[in-house]
């Protein structure tokens, strides 16, 4: 009955290599969200959809985009890691915006 | 833009001991307020929320108070238990930058010691 799925869990990634995080859910909601936890810190919000439109935080660096094809998926890319990027990243979701949020377990990514 | 703040950033009680941890916000057009509950290496849980109509809201040994002219909301935490320990993440939400979304405190680390 899971909600809300990252894969992988951990990521091991090399320095520049491009990678790319994975987010589902069988909520059907309409708002998807991309954060950067680092460790002993608050999510950071890098960007979200609501429904197909694209909400970038202003200071999300250019080298993390994302990609919803459809309702259920979205996709965090990271062009080209660098050491400060290692970090948890979840995936959440919501219906509507300013609502309970939804978080899925993490994505833990590791850069060598 | 808007900004959450969260104090203390660590807290440490004993078991059955209550616990406080307070926020402040900036954007007086939020009017969501959740509270989330962290445990180590797990995903943010939502354990309480609080829209502006109400000032007061309450889920067994939890409560939360909002007092939005002086833009000041509180979790409670009664009878504290070593499962309780965890990172509490205050919540402001409204419209801000064109769209809804929700800002988060920084943390607060309490610590339950039985």
């Known amino acids: 009955d899971a909600m809300v799925i990252q894969n992988p869990r951990y990521q091991v990634t090399q320095f520049g290599k491009p990678v790319t995080l994975s987010c589902s859910q069988t909520?059907?909601?309409?708002?998807m969200y991309w954060y950067q936890q680092k460790s002993s810190q608050a999510p950071k919000l890098l960007f979200h959809?609501?429904?197909?439109?694209?909400?970038n935080e202003a200071d999300t660096p250019d080298n993390f985009q994302s990609r919803r094809p459809n309702t259920s998926f979205c996709f965090l890319d990271i062009r080209s890691p660098g050491l400060g990027d290692a970090a948890m990243y979840l995936c959440?979701?919501?219906?509507?915006?300013?609502?309970?949020?939804?978080f899925g377990p993490g994505t833990r990514l590791t850069v060598t | 833009g808007e900004n959450v703040e969260q104090h203390p950033s660590t807290l440490s009680v004993q078991e059955g001991d209550s616990a406080v941890i307070k926020c402040t916000y900036s954007?007086?057009?939020?009017?969501?307020f959740p509270w989330y509950k962290q445990e180590l290496g797990k995903r943010p849980q939502l354990i309480i929320d609080?829209?502006?109509?109400?000032g007061e809201k309450k889920d067994q040994r939890i409560a939360v108070t909002l007092n939005k002219t002086a833009k000041h909301f509180s979790l409670h935490i009664t009878e504290t238990q070593p499962e309780d320990s965890a990172v509490y993440f205050c919540?402001?939400?409204?419209?801000?930058?064109?769209?809804?979304?929700?800002?988060f405190g920084a943390g607060t680390r309490l610590a339950v010691h039985p």
């Open positions: 909520l059907n909601h309409n708002v």
């Open positions: 609080i829209r502006s109509n109400v």
């Open positions: 959809y609501y429904d197909k439109d694209f909400n």
């Open positions: 954007d007086s057009a939020s009017n969501y």
């Open positions: 919540v402001g939400g409204g419209f801000s930058g064109g769209y809804n979304k929700l800002i």
């Open positions: 959440a979701t919501s219906r509507g915006g300013a609502k309970e949020q939804y």
